[in-house]
């Protein structure tokens, strides 16, 4: 499995980014794609992610009212929409996939994009 991330940057606070994770060799059909971000000196979190089976989403509080997430199956692509971003939202951003099969557990990782907010 491969994930590749994208559509990171420097913004100012109030702008937007878009970024994608464009997914390759990905074979099980029930597993929960998502955004996880590290901040310098912080442990990495959790900020959204979306089931392959029925489109359940989770959103952080943090960004809730200001982040969307989607995806598109047939391309095997999942997009985070950034609005109004906010200085405590820097960091690197992650691409994870995770699911479970025959009791073990499956975790991949992107290689990050960079997301800075500028005050």
């Known amino acids: 499995v491969q994930l590749v991330e994208s559509g990171g940057g420097l913004v100012q606070a109030g702008g937007s980014l878009r970024l994608s994770c464009v997914a390759s060799g990905l074979s099980p059909d029930d597993y929960v794609i998502g955004w996880y971000r590290q901040a310098p000196g912080k442990q990495r979190e959790g900020v959204s992610c979306i089931s392959s089976r029925d489109g359940s989403q989770y959103i952080a509080d943090s960004v809730k009212g200001r982040f969307t997430i989607s995806r598109d199956d047939a391309n095997n692509t999942m997009w985070l929409q950034m609005n109004h971003l906010k200085p405590e939202d820097t960091g690197v951003y992650y691409c994870?996939?995770?699911?479970?099969?025959?009791?073990?557990?499956?975790?991949?990782w992107g290689q990050g994009t960079q997301v800075t907010v500028s005050s």
């Open positions: 994870n996939v995770h699911w479970r099969e025959l009791g073990s557990d499956y975790d991949y």
